[in-house]
């Protein structure tokens, strides 16, 4: 399903952290992001709560998504839809050096209809998405980078 929505975007980031712990990162922030689910109530998202094992494996849902696909270490391909729009957020961990990770996050999607477009220049067309998935991956970097204790 992700390979045949339109391609959006991709953002990057460097993250200084062992393989696990940008794996927990990532779900943690992920988590924290999306955990309080009252936009996805908002838009009629499919899945408005999370669910499903922490760190995100597998079937795991958050409010706005499905995990449709989770490769420790490697990959994570969370799918959604709402009113607007069906789409999907995938990273991708490739390692950057000893002890560096680079972290991708490409976004499809489509937007059918006047509304889906409407609701496409709103989100993607004044750079909110874009703003957004910045925080989101900077969220990412410093809960991988935290020392755990």
């Known amino acids: 399903m992700t390979a045949a929505l339109p391609y959006v975007d991709e953002h990057t980031t ?8 940008l794996w927990r990162g990532l779900s943690e922030a992920l988590d ?18 999370a669910a499903g094992p922490r760190p995100l494996a597998e079937g795991s849902t958050l409010p706005g998504f499905r995990v449709a696909a989770a490769d420790k270490g490697h990959e994570l391909v969370l799918t959604g839809s709402h009113r607007y729009s069906v ?12 002890g560096r990770y680079l972290l991708k996050a490409e ?16 989100a993607i067309g004044t750079g909110g998405h874009a703003l ?6 900077a969220s990412i970097r410093v809960c991988a980078e935290r020392p755990t204790v």
């Open 107 to 122: 976004t499809r999607a489509a937007f059918p209809g006047l509304t889906g477009r409407l609701y496409r220049r709103l």
């Open 14 to 21: 460097i993250v200084v952290a062992d393989a696990d712990a």
């Open 87 to 98: 789409y999907s957020l995938t990273f991708r961990i490739e390692e950057a050096g000893p």
């Open 32 to 49: 924290t992001a999306f955990g309080g689910g009252h936009y996805a109530r908002l838009v009629g998202c499919a899945d408005v709560s």
């Open 132 to 137: 957004g998935m910045k925080r989101l991956l």
